[in-house]
């Protein structure tokens, strides 16, 4: 997540048993070598860096990964043959961020180790089929080899079961990482996630580049055409300062998913970790004892 997911949170997420990823968007080489290394100082775990290919600083990015040691990378947004050629020939894995079956076979035709399927609830950039996660991870499962991950909608253990119900290897969770307290977003960011009402999330942005955000009054404005094009959207976030108000954040452009009306509180990211794993363990056992101990009908 651009200018939010730098080394430590990224570090701490893998120190909590998930795999941090460093959001290079936006990151000028120097600073992403120290995001890399300061991700290094604080766990030994493996973690990824997120390289968005529509970015200007995509190849450099990559380099920077190569030169610094980091094994996998993930990509999104963007022609994936501009970096896939390098990717494989410095031996590293990518996960490319796929929204429709098409652009996944073009993925695994290109040689991606595997996908992230990305639904329309997700919060941030969205794909532009409209495809929810419920509906486009299992159609990739069926109709890919590569191991497919699911984004969008995933904040608990339900979410996790259920996607990996649906046949997906792990998943990818955003929106819920926002409302974390190692999340250097500020505090009005995450109360406006975990007060956001069920349909507290619009759709912004022309219809190239879709943009979930949280239904601020500045985003309200521009889907009413009372508002010239959108602010670059997660530079804004990370540009909030630390006591940002309420109003403030009225004014601002916040991507947010629409999972953000389940969360109510900020939690650490250990919680949050351990919380989806245990809770996915609960549920699945409560399915066993409604499904498999129960006899079928005649
Ligand atoms: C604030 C924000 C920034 C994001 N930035 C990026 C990014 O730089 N690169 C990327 O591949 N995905 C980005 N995403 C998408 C997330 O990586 C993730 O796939 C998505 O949030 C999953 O859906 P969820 O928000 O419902 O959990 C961003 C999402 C949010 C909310």
Do not use: W
Request: charged share 25%; aromatic share 2%; glycine share 12%.
């Amino acid at each position: 997540m651009r200018g939010i997911t730098l080394g430590e949170m990224a570090a701490a997420v893998s120190n909590s048993g998930g795999f941090g990823q460093i959001a290079a968007s936006g990151l000028p080489a120097d600073r992403l070598r120290r995001e890399i290394e300061r991700a290094r100082s604080l766990t030994q775990r493996p973690f990824g860096v997120n390289i968005p290919i529509y970015r200007p600083n995509a190849e450099e990015a990559l380099e920077v990964a190569i030169e610094m040691g980091v094994r996998t990378v993930t990509t999104s947004a963007g022609n994936l043959a501009k970096l896939i050629g390098r990717i494989k020939e410095a031996g590293l894995r990518v996960l490319h961020k796929v929204s429709t079956v098409e652009m996944g076979l073009r993925a695994q035709e290109a040689g991606v180790d595997g996908v992230i399927a990305m639904g329309y609830e997700a919060g941030g950039h969205l794909g532009r089929g409209g495809i929810t996660t419920l509906c486009l991870v299992p159609q990739l499962v069926d109709a890919l080899e590569v191991p497919v991950v699911a984004a969008g909608g995933i904040a608990d253990g339900r979410g996790l079961l259920a996607a990996l119900a649906l046949g997906a290897e792990g998943v990818e969770v955003g929106t819920r990482l926002l409302a974390t307290h190692e999340c250097p977003v500020p505090e009005s960011y995450k109360r406006g996630i975990v007060e956001a009402p069920c349909d507290g999330t619009v759709v912004i942005g022309d219809g190239r580049m879709p943009l979930r955000v949280l239904r601020t009054k500045a985003a309200e404005r521009l889907l009413s055409g009372h508002a010239d094009s959108p602010p670059e959207p997660p530079k804004e976030a990370g540009a909030l300062s630390s006591d940002a108000s309420v109003s403030e954040v009225e004014e601002m452009i916040l991507p947010a998913g629409q999972i953000s009306g389940l969360l109510r509180e900020v939690l650490s990211i250990g919680d949050l970790i351990s919380g989806m794993i245990r809770q996915a363990k609960e549920v699945l056992e409560g399915l066993h004892e409604r499904l498999l101990d129960r006899q079928d009908p005649p």
